[in-house]
């Protein structure tokens, strides 16, 4: 029998960066092969923006092609993989939705119970139907995503069922090797970074890589964060806690972000800021990224690229520097938001040639 391992196979980002994680030999990985991600060059992206007036490259990193559709599986092979080790036998989390879909796989995969506490009626539908097929436990609140959070935390804190939000810092640590990946795939750190920001724990993650790998001389410079919330989520930009946060981006509709400190030192230490994107300007991003690149992502994910729009039209990106773009979740989880937002109307016909061709002004 040939040897998977011994195929030089990818098998997932513990494996792949296991010097720079907190595993050990006998670690037991729990892993769905996630990572190694495409980085994608969005040439037609950039003339529409009028980046490439600038001499500026844009960079897309499509997280949506990890196993569960979003980059939340980074995070939780880390966090499964240390509960499994410590011997938990279940996990839970509170989620605007992919937290739960990765929870629930990466739960189903180690052989452990996953609960998930979600806001009721602010899930992507594609996202709770995920969470279903892997078995996990769905409790529905009549809350935000914020008091979810303080639930399971609470409930963590007396039960013996391993949280895993981004909180728990071994999802910070699988997190952190998205930077990695870019790192590798340029050669160096990029000049910006644009990225969505919920509960603020990916930026926290990526800032910790880029980072580590300068700190290691693999890379000559960090780059300048730059992160976006909702314009009505928008805490960490108004310095002040959002009691109902509201946007179509409900990946990112949360009011007290849990890492807001971190996000803040990324923003500082790195020279970047954190800005808002309104819903239109994310939904304005989330077609142009469809439209011109071939990638459909989640709204919420279209806040980055939406970022960029903004942070060009302020006078913050300056010429001949190039940027990544983390596009967080598949957009194929929110089948309702594209066909809402696309514009497209199906054309209906008959069967018939001639009916077809006039349809299509043949
Ligand atoms: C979780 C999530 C975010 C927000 O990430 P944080 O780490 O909470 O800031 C953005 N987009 C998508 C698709 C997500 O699932």
């Known amino acids: 029998m040939i040897?998977?391992?011994?195929?030089?196979?990818?098998?997932?980002?513990?494996?792949?960066?296991?010097?720079?994680?907190?595993?050990?030999?006998?670690t037991p990985i729990v892993t769905l092969n996630e990572g190694n991600t495409p980085l994608i060059k969005a040439d037609?992206?950039?003339?529409?923006?009028?980046?490439?007036?600038m001499n500026c490259e844009i960079y897309l990193k499509f997280e949506g092609a990890n196993p569960t559709g979003s980059f939340k599986d980074r995070g939780m092979t880390m966090a499964v993989t240390k509960a499994k080790e410590?011997?938990?036998?279940?996990?839970?989390?509170?989620?605007?939705?992919?937290?739960?879909?990765?929870?629930?796989?990466?739960?189903?995969?180690?052989?452990?119970?996953?609960?998930?506490?979600?806001?009721?009626?602010?899930?992507?539908?594609?996202?709770?139907?995920?969470?279903?097929?892997?078995?996990?436990?769905?409790?529905?609140?009549?809350?935000?995503?914020?008091?979810?959070?303080?639930?399971?935390?609470?409930?963590?804190?007396?039960?013996p069922i391993t949280l895993v939000n981004s909180v728990n810092p071994?999802?910070?640590?699988?997190?952190?090797?998205?930077?990695?990946?870019i790192c590798e795939a340029l050669g160096d750190?990029?000049?910006?970074?644009?990225?969505?920001?919920?509960?603020?724990?990916?930026?926290?993650?990526?800032?910790?890589?880029?980072?580590?790998?300068?700190?290691?001389?693999?890379?000559?410079?960090?780059?300048?964060?730059?992160?976006?919330?909702?314009?009505?989520?928008?805490?960490?930009?108004?310095?002040?806690?959002?009691m109902k946060p509201e946007t179509i981006a409900t990946a990112i509709?949360?009011?007290?972000?849990?890492?807001?400190?971190?996000?803040e030192n990324a923003r500082d230490k790195s020279g970047g800021i954190i800005n808002y994107v309104t819903d239109e300007e994310i939904v304005e991003a989330y077609k142009l990224i469809a439209a011109n690149e071939g990638i459909l992502c989640e709204p919420a994910s279209a806040a980055s690229v939406a970022g960029v729009i903004k942070a060009k039209k302020l006078g913050l990106i300056e010429e001949n520097k190039n940027m990544v773009c983390i596009l967080t979740g598949n957009g194929l989880k929110d089948p309702d938001s594209a066909i809402k937002y696309s514009g497209c109307e199906v054309k209906k016909t008959s069967a018939e040639l001639n009916d077809i061709l006039k349809v299509m002004d043949l």
């Not at 011994?6 to 720079?20: A, D, F, P, S, V």
């Not at 037609?44 to 007036?53: P, S, V, W, Y």
């Not at 071994?170 to 990946?181: C, H, L, V």
């Not at 300048?224 to 310095?239: D, P, Q, S, T």
């Open 3 to 26: 040897n998977f391992e011994q195929k030089g196979h990818y098998q997932g980002l513990i494996n792949r960066y296991k010097e720079y994680l907190p595993v050990t030999d006998t």
């Open 44 to 53: 037609n992206l950039a003339k529409k923006i009028g980046l490439d007036e």
């Open 86 to 159: 410590a011997g938990a036998k279940a996990v839970i989390c509170a989620s605007t939705g992919n937290t739960s879909a990765a929870a629930a796989a990466y739960a189903a995969k180690a052989g452990m119970k996953a609960y998930v506490l979600i806001p009721d009626g602010y899930i992507a539908l594609g996202k709770l139907s995920q969470a279903m097929m892997y078995g996990a436990e769905i409790i529905a609140i009549k809350g935000n995503f914020d008091e979810a959070l303080e639930r399971v935390i609470e409930i963590s804190e007396k039960y």
């Open 253 to 263: 509709r949360i009011g007290n972000p849990a890492s807001w400190k971190q996000a």
């Open 170 to 181: 071994y999802r910070i640590e699988g997190q952190k090797t998205g930077a990695f990946e």
């Open 189 to 242: 750190a990029p000049d910006y970074h644009f990225i969505p920001v919920g509960n603020a724990g990916n930026i926290t993650a990526y800032f910790k890589g880029y980072e580590e790998f300068l700190a290691l001389g693999k890379t000559s410079h960090l780059p300048k964060m730059m992160g976006f919330e909702a314009e009505v989520a928008a805490a960490i930009v108004k310095g002040e806690r959002i």
